[in-house]
């Protein structure tokens, strides 16, 4: 069956970094492009990047260009995030999400579980 699992959250300093990992199964990840979403309790879930099935398109929030950086590594099945110069603004509960058609702008159709990042001193 399809499933996606985030790991690589945790509890961070701000300006610190973090790597989030997004591993994939039951389906051939480089067929679908994969986007990275968050949400702050009480608030809308946002999206924060995403990356096309060709690598050839990425996209960012305003608010994380110049921080964060999407990749993929299809023999591993997995997509990354990497957050670097963290601020107590990103604290959110992070998931990935899988966008079939493999362009950004294609809906979602399965997500993950989500992996918690808090920025804090």
């Known amino acids: 069956q399809v499933q996606l699992v ?3 959250g945790g509890l961070v ?3 610190g970094s973090l790597r989030l990992s997004c591993a994939a199964s039951g389906f051939t990840l480089s067929y679908y492009a994969i986007g990275w979403f968050r949400q702050i309790p009480g608030k809308e879930r946002e999206g924060v990047s ?3 099935s060709s690598d050839r398109s990425t996209y960012y929030v305003d608010s994380v260009k110049g921080r964060f950086t999407i990749s993929r ?3 591993k099945n997995t997509v990354y995030l990497q957050m670097n110069s ?3 603004e990103d604290t959110a509960v992070y998931y990935c999400a899988r966008r079939p058609g493999g ?3 294609s809906s979602t ?3 993950g579980q989500g992996t918690q ?3 804090s001193s």
């Open 6 to 8: 985030e790991s690589g």
């Open 13 to 15: 300093q701000p300006g």
């Open 50 to 52: 995403c990356i096309s």
């Open 73 to 75: 590594d299809n023999r």
């Open 86 to 88: 963290l601020k107590p």
């Open 103 to 105: 362009y950004c702008s």
């Open 109 to 111: 159709d399965y997500w």
């Open 117 to 119: 990042v808090t920025v």
